[in-house]
Structure formats: structure tokens, C-alpha cells
């Protein structure tokens, strides 16, 4: 059991960075792999970065390669993107979300705990 939360969204020039912070108040953070997805309006929820549960192995979907980067502290129970180059096209509503693998995924049903969400928003 995990509670996340998500912070570090705001409003951004294209072509600037943002780091998303998830915190998690759960004790057992390093079992579980984490993923963060967006949500743009009319779009589908999309799996932007994954990570497992050492921070080992990563995934990015293509969109966002050479320019976001996913990481975790498991000592401080956080899992971290860092978001550089943003585009417009980022506009999303980002959540962090974890799963029930220690196993790097990207599948949505594997992922039991998700943040509320923090919206990011880069203007052109």
C-alpha cells in the first residue's frame, strides 16, 4: 500500500524544465517499479517514463527521449522526471503512479497506486 504525490507541474515556455517530484508516504517504496504518465485533453493516458524497482532499468516513450529523464531515491521514497526541452506538445496532466512489480512495465492494469495528478502546462 502507497500513497503518492505529485508536485513540481506548473506553467512553462517551451523550450524550458520542470521537475516532477512523487513522494511516497508507503514504507516499502523500493519494492515497486513506477511509472509516470500523461493525459493530455481528448488524448489517451500515454506512459511517458518507467522505472524499476532499483532504478536500474528505465523505459521513455519515444516522444520524450534525450529529453526527460526518470530517476528514483529510494531513500527518500521519491521518484523524480525531470523534464528538459519541453514542448507544447507536453501539455498534459502528469501522474505518478506505482506498480505491483518490482519489474520494469509500462502496462496501465499493473499499476495499482496512483497520484492525484499535477497538471503541466508549456505555452509557445
Known amino acids: 500500500q502507497v500513497q503518492l504525490v505529485e508536485s513540481g507541474g506548473g506553467l512553462v515556455q517551451a523550450g524550458g524544465s520542470l521537475r516532477l517530484s512523487c513522494a511516497s508516504s508507503g514504507r516499502t517504496f523500493s519494492s515497486y517499479a513506477m511509472g509516470w504518465f500523461r493525459q493530455a485533453p481528448g488524448k489517451e493516458r500515454e506512459c511517458v517514463a518507467a522505472i524499476n524497482w532499483s532504478g536500474g532499468g528505465t523505459y521513455y516513450t519515444t516522444s520524450v527521449k534525450g529529453r526527460f529523464t526518470i530517476s528514483r531515491d529510494n531513500t527518500k521514497n521519491t521518484v523524480y522526471l525531470q523534464m528538459n526541452s519541453l514542448k507544447p506538445d507536453d501539455t498534459a496532466v502528469y501522474f505518478c503512479?506505482?506498480?505491483?512489480?518490482?519489474?520494469?512495465?509500462?502496462?496501465?492494469?499493473?499499476?495499482?497506486?496512483w497520484g492525484q495528478g499535477t497538471q503541466v502546462t508549456v505555452s509557445s
Open positions: 503512479a506505482a506498480a505491483r512489480t518490482s519489474y520494469l512495465t509500462t502496462a496501465l492494469d499493473v499499476f495499482g497506486t
